[in-house]
């Protein structure tokens, strides 16, 4: 970080290099589109570099970075919904994609029988909806801790609020998944 302020080129490469799928996974669960992901994380690249002076190095690079590509993608999606567009298409990722690695599967198990396959899309299904009926605001804190396993401090410090916000959010997010779960017939910890 300090040689590509110094105006090292192939610094400030490395940390592209570095940061741009993290950047990129983030960018694509806010705005499911695999398009406009590259546009943020792309715009977001550019805005650290030219504000690469203005980096006080009181975080890392890479909740900076975060920070980043997160106001870019809100910012998109307030441009979006100002102009009525809601062209989601193909390139939708559901939020169950995310949501699966919260549990890696081990590589060596038994062939899923039908049932059980059909029990697990429910499932992942149930909880796409839930995540997806979440706030903003409170589905962003949820992913950043579940599935980027950032600290509550990398969090608090990537979204601009205190530690205090990003535990009261979490507590709701998780709370609002499991009254949603069960809803749908889920009991989380148990076989449904």
């Known amino acids: 970080m300090r040689r590509a302020r110094a105006g090292d080129h192939d610094a400030f490469r490395i940390l592209v290099e570095r940061y741009q799928g993290r ?9 499911r589109s695999e398009e406009a992901a590259r546009d943020a994380v792309q715009e977001a690249f550019v805005k ?13 690079f890479f909740t900076w970075l975060y920070r980043l590509v997160t106001n870019q993608c809100i910012d998109m999606r307030r441009r979006e919904h100002a102009e009525r567009r809601a062209d989601w298409g193909e390139a939708e990722v559901p939020l169950e994609e995310a949501a699966l ?9 038994l062939p899923e029988l039908p049932a059980d396959a059909f029990a697990r899309k429910e499932l992942r299904e149930s909880l796409d909806a ?6 903003e605001a409170a589905r962003a804190t949820l992913l950043l801790r579940e599935v980027d396993g950032l600290s ?3 969090i608090a410090e ?9 535990m009261s959010r979490l507590h709701y997010a998780r709370r609002r998944l499991q009254l949603a779960l069960r809803e749908a017939g889920v009991e989380p910890g148990g076989a449904s």
């Open 23 to 31: 950047a990129f996974r983030l960018a694509l669960r806010i705005l």
């Open 48 to 60: 650290a570099y030219t504000g690469l002076a203005r980096f006080e190095e009181r975080s890392s």
């Open 101 to 109: 690695r919260l549990a890696p599967e081990a590589e060596n198990v």
């Open 130 to 135: 839930a995540i997806g009926e979440l706030p």
């Open 158 to 166: 990537a979204q601009g609020i205190p530690r205090g916000t990003v």
């Open 152 to 154: 509550y401090a990398e």
